[in-house]
Each structure stands twice: as structure tokens, then as C-alpha cells.
């Protein structure tokens, strides 16, 4: 039987949650939320790393393809050394929406955003793009909120050539091991950066319908929907 690639995991969606509407007091909230969310590419990108360690719990951590689980100082110090050596990462963000608990004491934001990375590919420069969504899991500390995780959903990416007349060469071989959600950022990664990248990073639920696709990025995708409703719910837990 083929998949349902356009149904979320049955009783998944967070009951006890608002996220369109609600209480005027609700909305401003979603607001701050939305305002932090699109600080990390902002704040990231623009090297401003006092505002962006100002968005997290002191014990907060982040998952990326390059770098995994990692407190988020750790991920900071790392972009720091990744752009000494030359790594260039940019987002550009596309919108977001917020589920929030009746008593804006926890939330969660899913934002829409590309990660766009350069790298030079034996003298052909190319831009691997990833459209993903930041997926913010919020605390309330006193008055300000913060984030305690950051996970990602790797949708779709794409190879862009910098210069049209220099077009990469890639391993097909190679490229096929990688997820289609983040499969030419991953293999760029590996390439150029010394890392390895992880290959169960959430992906979309159409990885398990596509030939090649991802078995265990599908699953992540459906563990992260079931963690953000767990959140919302009070749970506490170590993702």
C-alpha cells in the first residue's frame, strides 16, 4: 500500500493548544515567538552573537546535518571556527506559525527558511540550498521565553551552480547514500568541511514513498510531530 504522503500521524496534533486567533494577550505572544524564531538566521548570520545566545535556555541544544546534538555555545563556537575556515552559511526565512499553551508557559514555532551554504567544489562554486523548518521548542524563564531545542525538517534541496559554465561534478553513487531533504548540502558538507553528516535528521514523510527515500528520516519526521505535542502537553524529556 502506497503511503499517505498528505496526512499528519493520527491524534498527533496538539489539542490543548492555540495557534490562529485566540486571546489578544495569545497573539502577542505568538509575536515575541516569531520575533526570536527569525533571530537565529538573522542574528547568525550577521556574526551578532550576543543576540543570539540571548534566544536560548542556558541549556539549550541545537541539531544540525554538520554539527548533531550539540549544547547551543558549542554550535556558536563552531560556526565561529566553520566560517575561519571559509564555510559561508546564509538563510533567508519565509514565514512561521506558533502553538502556544493556554498559559504562555510553553510553545512551539515552526518556521519555514532555506539554508543556503557556498562551497567550492574542486574550482566550480556552488550553492547547495535546503528548504527546511526551524522547529523551536519554548520555555517560559520569567517574562522572556526561551528555547530549549532546535530541530530541523529537511523538506527538499538543490545544487545551484555559481557560475552557469562551471557546473560540479558529483559522485552519483555517493550522493544517492543522503537523504533528498538535505542530500547535496550533506554531501557538500562531507566534501569540503571534514564533518560527518548525520542521515536520520527529520525529513519530509514523502521520504518513505519516494524510490530511495529515507526510511528513518520519515520516521523522524513523524517523532518530531509527536514531540511537539508532548511539549505542549508539560512533558519534560531529553530529546
Known amino acids: 500500500m502506497a503511503p499517505d504522503l498528505h496526512s499528519l500521524p493520527a491524534g498527533s496534533r496538539p489539542t490543548e493548544a492555540v495557534r490562529h486567533n485566540g486571546p489578544n494577550e495569545l ?15 538573522m542574528y547568525r548570520d550577521a556574526c551578532e552573537w550576543e543576540n543570539l545566545t540571548n534566544i536560548f535556555h542556558p541549556d539549550a541544544h541545537i541539531y544540525t546535518t554538520w554539527t548533531g546534538r550539540t549544547h547551543h555555545l558549542d554550535f556558536i563556537n563552531a560556526s565561529k571556527k566553520g566560517m575561519d575556515a571559509g564555510a559561508f552559511i546564509m538563510h533567508r526565512c519565509h514565514g512561521s506559525s506558533t502553538d502556544i499553551n493556554t498559559t504562555a508557559t510553553r510553545a512551539v514555532t515552526k518556521m519555514k ?25 519554548w520555555t517560559k524563564v ?15 534541496d538543490k545544487l545551484i551552480p555559481v557560475n552557469p559554465s562551471k557546473v560540479p561534478e558529483l559522485d552519483e553513487e555517493k550522493l544517492a547514500t543522503y537523504p533528498s531533504g538535505y542530500r547535496y548540502l ?53 530529546m
Open 186 to 238: 550533506a554531501y557538500c558538507q562531507e566534501k569540503t568541511m571534514g564533518v560527518k553528516v548525520l542521515l536520520d535528521m527529520p525529513g519530509h514523510n514523502r521520504e518513505s514513498g519516494v524510490p530511495g527515500g529515507s526510511q528513518a528520516a520519515a520516521k523522524k519526521h513523524d517523532e518530531l510531530y509527536w514531540a511537539c505535542k508532548r511539549w505542549l502537553e508539560g512533558e519534560n524529556f531529553d
Open 27 to 41: 497573539v502577542l505572544e505568538r509575536y515575541k515567538l516569531r520575533e526570536l524564531a527569525e533571530g537565529w538566521p
Open 142 to 156: 520569567g517574562n522572556d521565553w526561551k528555547a530549549m531545542f532546535v530541530r530541523h525538517w529537511y523538506e527538499k
Open 113 to 137: 527558511a532555506t539554508i543556503t551554504q557556498r562551497f567550492d567544489l574542486d574550482g566550480a562554486e556552488a550553492d547547495a540550498e535546503s528548504d527546511c523548518r526551524f522547529c523551536f521548542f
